[in-house]
């Protein structure tokens, strides 16, 4: 299979360290009074579980051959008692650990979540959204029986070892250290496998990542692939993906069960070698038959312990292959940010000047190069140019979603490094060329950025872009719900409901990135008579295709290979006949030919 994106396996920043499971552990702090008291409770449980083989050691050696049967009722009713205790405190540990798992879980998720907002452009620009939605969801599901069942197990089968190694002593000492001789050679394949176990789940979160991101993509995209009849093609790289993905579980599952067989079987030899012991020895008076009887439930109890702290340790192995992914996101610094001590942006008036602005996305590259312009509150400035100029990036930097190499923009004579960012981008309103409709109603959509807007507040806005009419034919008027993205609805109808969520913010300074690509010419004609009273007063950037919608512009700067090769009105810009004149005579002449 030919070699893709999505076979490529991301590599750790850092080595899994004690430090993950520290700051795993830190979630659980808020907890810890209830942990306390769960503890104890399953402390109590195990100590109850554990005097069933003394009870039997009691009966056979005491009661039955003295024919006590009140004495064995009495033992009876004690056993019975210890069970009911021990089945009662794990139904309560099973709902107490249950609900600090989860709330653990959900927290994890939500700073997960809140980080995110705060990351830049740059991160998401560089990874498949896919592999960000399998941290957040799977990855953080996969903690969850670590952290209901593991840390209180380990505890609980701790103590139940100690309690277990001490009845055994004061039952036969010599026995004891006949069933430790399995312990040993357990430690050693523990060791052995420790290191490929967790390589094996670090290569599984991989394999899983790749399968989620592939899956995310193909969703999105399938109206292209079944424009391009891509179906087969497809399918045949997701078998690639998916069939990776098995073949890590696999191998994963396969070492994972290493453990398991392991112990398993070293307490079987152990047993056996305890039963041909410890029969010799009670035909030599060195042990009773109820006190062997005992002893063998001891050891039985003795592994089950072991075998639950083998697969805690196999959750913390598998988890740990998850925080690693988790915690790495969650340091994931953002390349934009607030400067120590920055001040809140006051309300401004639009001015805005770029200063010798110098910018690239990658390091030893100058997508714009000494960028100089100047534009007074109110003004309206169009940005023009062939595809790849740098229009787009020009004003993505007014709103700061890039920082520039060097120079300054300034809004207000304030450079806007030196203000937060919040206070910034809401004084910003922003239309792109693809609208983005979030799930809900067409009123949430439009009230997205400003949340305390009257329905009147929402409904004039939309007038005001023209999208009132198609909105009240939908079936439920401003009421309807969409799904995300919009899909009911078409291209023009999204960016007209996007148009009137910036207007409703009531922005100080508009930019409109191909904001009327997609509406027709008869709603962008009925569209610009409503927006010329919206924009007075208002400092606007706009990128157009269409140059009709720029001519009545301030200022039109014409932007090629990332300088400003001419400004000035559209009157100027034609009568110098340079570049601005080139593209207009090409723009109608294509247009008249067509």
């Known amino acids: 299979m030919a070699r893709n994106k999505f076979n490529v396996d991301e590599e750790l920043e850092t080595p899994f360290s004690i430090i993950h499971l520290k700051r795993l552990f830190t979630y659980l702090k808020p907890y810890k009074t209830k942990i306390f008291v769960t503890v104890l409770i399953m402390l109590a449980a195990s100590g109850a579980n554990l005097i069933g083989p003394y009870l039997i050691k009691q009966a056979i050696d005491e009661e039955i051959p003295s024919k006590d049967i009140q004495g064995l009722v009495i033992l009876g009713v004690i056993y019975l008692g210890a069970l009911t205790i021990t089945g009662i405190c794990m139904k309560y540990r099973i709902r107490m650990m249950s609900q600090i798992g989860h709330s653990v879980i959900k927290n994890i998720r939500k700073d997960l979540f809140t980080h995110l907002q705060k990351l830049s452009f740059s991160f998401f620009d560089s990874r498949p959204h896919g592999k960000i939605l399998v941290r957040v969801v799977n990855y953080v599901n996969s903690l969850s029986d670590l952290l209901s069942n593991g840390l209180i197990n380990l505890i609980t089968d701790l103590f139940s070892l100690f309690v277990i190694i001490g009845f055994m002593l004061a039952i036969d000492v010599k026995l004891t250290m006949y069933a430790m001789a399995g312990f040993p050679v357990l430690a050693g394949i523990i060791f052995i496998i420790k290191n490929a176990q967790r390589k094996a789940w670090q290569n ?230 693809d609208p983005f409709i979030f799930s809900g109603t067409i009123t949430d959509n439009i009230r997205y950025g400003r949340l305390d807007a009257t329905d009147e507040e929402v409904i004039e806005a939309a007038k005001a872009v023209q999208a009132h009419q198609f909105i009240c034919q939908l079936r439920d008027g401003y009421n309807t719900e969409v799904n995300e993205r919009g899909s009911v609805l078409s291209n023009g109808q999204r960016q007209l409901i996007s148009f009137a969520r910036a207007l409703l913010a009531d922005p100080k300074i508009l930019i409109l990135d191909e904001a009327t690509s997609s509406i027709d010419t008869e709603t962008e004609i009925a569209l610009q008579k409503g927006l010329e009273a919206l924009l007075a007063g208002r400092t606007s950037f706009i990128i157009a295709h269409r140059l009709s919608t720029i001519q009545n512009a301030t200022k039109i700067l014409f932007i090629e290979k990332g300088k400003i090769k001419e400004e000035g009105t559209h009157e100027e810009l034609i009568q110098q006949r340079g570049y601005y004149w080139k593209l207009y005579t090409s723009h109608y002449s294509s247009l008249d030919a067509g």
């Open 204 to 433: 599984l979160s991989n394999k899983q990542s790749n399968m989620n991101a592939y899956i995310h993509e193909s969703i999105n995209g399938i109206k292209v692939t079944q424009a391009f009849v891509r179906e087969e093609e497809n399918k045949r790289i997701f078998y690639g993906v998916s069939n990776g993905y098995r073949g890590a579980w696999l191998k994963a599952v396969k070492i994972q069960f290493l453990l398991w067989p392991a112990i398993e079987n070293i307490s079987v030899l152990t047993v056996s070698l305890i039963y041909v012991i410890g029969i010799s020895m009670i035909g030599s008076g060195g042990i009773t038959v109820g006190a062997l009887v005992a002893f063998i439930g001891y050891i039985w109890m003795f592994w089950m312990p072991l075998a639950n702290i083998g697969n805690f340790y196999n959750a913390i192995i598998n988890a740990s292959a998850y925080l690693e992914r988790i915690f790495e996101m969650m340091d994931e610094k953002p390349t934009i940010s607030s400067e120590p001590g920055a001040n809140e942006l006051p309300l401004i008036k639009g001015k805005v000047d770029f200063e010798n602005v110098v910018f690239g996305y990658e390091e030893n590259e100058r997508n714009l190069d000494s960028i100089n312009f100047k534009v007074n509150p109110g003004e309206s400035i169009a940005i023009v140019g062939p595809t790849g100029s740098g229009k787009t990036t020009i004003v993505s930097l007014i709103s700061r979603f890039y920082d520039i190499n060097s120079g300054q923009i300034k809004i207000d004579d304030v450079d806007i490094k030196t203000v937060t960012i919040s206070s910034l981008r809401k004084q910003m309103g922003v239309m792109l060329q």
